[in-house]
């Protein structure tokens, strides 16, 4: 994934990856802004997905299913901030990839943030089923967009140092160190 510098728009752009259940947190995104104003979702979905957790909600909403691999990057270029209101996971590569884009990410203790962002510097880690926290990080991003642009730089520099190349060797080390 490549850095853009991300642009003002009139509307503040989020944009959620992931299976659209309640397990992704997905409620507690869509109730956050639901209280803000000139705000817009992209959500990427692939496998499961349930649309009717979208239908009390009026502010525009973009599902997008089954987005290849390789268009997902345009899609995060388009985005001003990606949240990952997880309840539960495992290291979500997806927040590397965001950061790797340029954006500041807004993710739950219960996914990889907690060992990858440095919490106001590169993006925002959450308590899970936190929608105050998370409207709370949306709105200052969407209140100074000078923050977006650092933080999405911050966040690109940050993604840099977590290369396949050093999982590979790290993983390699923690092999040998059992032998």
Same mark, same amino acid.
């Given at each position: 994934?490549?850095?853009?510098?991300?642009? %003002?728009?009139?509307?503040?752009?989020?944009?959620?990856?992931?299976?659209?259940?309640?397990?992704?947190?997905?409620?507690?995104?869509?109730? $956050?802004?639901?209280?803000?104003?000139?705000?817009?979702?992209?959500?990427?979905?692939?496998?499961?997905?349930d649309?009717?957790?979208?239908h009390?909600?009026?502010?525009?909403?973009?599902? *997008? @299913?089954?987005?290849?691999?390789?268009?997902?990057?345009?899609?995060?270029?388009? $985005?001003?901030?990606?949240?990952?209101?997880?309840?539960?996971?495992?290291?979500?590569?997806?927040i590397?990839?965001?950061?790797?884009?340029?954006?500041? *990410?807004?993710?739950?203790?219960?996914?990889? $943030?907690?060992?990858i962002?440095?919490?106001?510097?590169?993006?925002? *880690?959450?308590?899970?089923?936190?929608?105050?926290?998370? %409207?709370?990080?949306?709105?200052?991003?969407?209140?100074?967009?000078?923050? @977006?642009?650092?933080?999405?730089? $911050?966040?690109?520099?940050?993604? %840099?140092?977590?290369?396949? %190349?050093?999982?590979?060797?790290?993983?390699?080390?923690?092999?040998?160190?059992?032998?």
């Amino acid at each position: 994934f490549t850095f853009a510098e991300r642009k %003002k728009t009139e509307s503040f752009k989020v944009i959620f990856i992931g299976s659209l259940n309640q397990r992704k947190g997905i409620t507690y995104l869509l109730d $956050a802004l639901a209280e803000m104003k000139n705000v817009e979702l992209t959500i990427i979905s692939r496998g499961i997905y349930d649309e009717s957790l979208l239908h009390n909600y009026t502010f525009p909403i973009h599902l *997008v @299913v089954d987005v290849p691999h390789d268009k997902l990057q345009d899609e995060l270029h388009q $985005a001003h901030c990606f949240v990952l209101p997880s309840i539960l996971e495992g290291f979500g590569q997806v927040i590397l990839e965001a950061m790797a884009t340029g954006i500041p *990410v807004i993710a739950t203790e219960n996914t990889a $943030a907690i060992d990858i962002i440095e919490n106001g510097i590169d993006g925002f *880690v959450t308590p899970i089923r936190d929608v105050q926290a998370i %409207k709370e990080n949306l709105e200052k991003l969407q209140s100074d967009f000078s923050l @977006v642009q650092t933080m999405g730089k $911050a966040a690109y520099e940050k993604a %840099k140092i977590y290369t396949w %190349k050093k999982f590979r060797n790290d993983l390699v080390t923690y092999i040998q160190t059992l032998s």
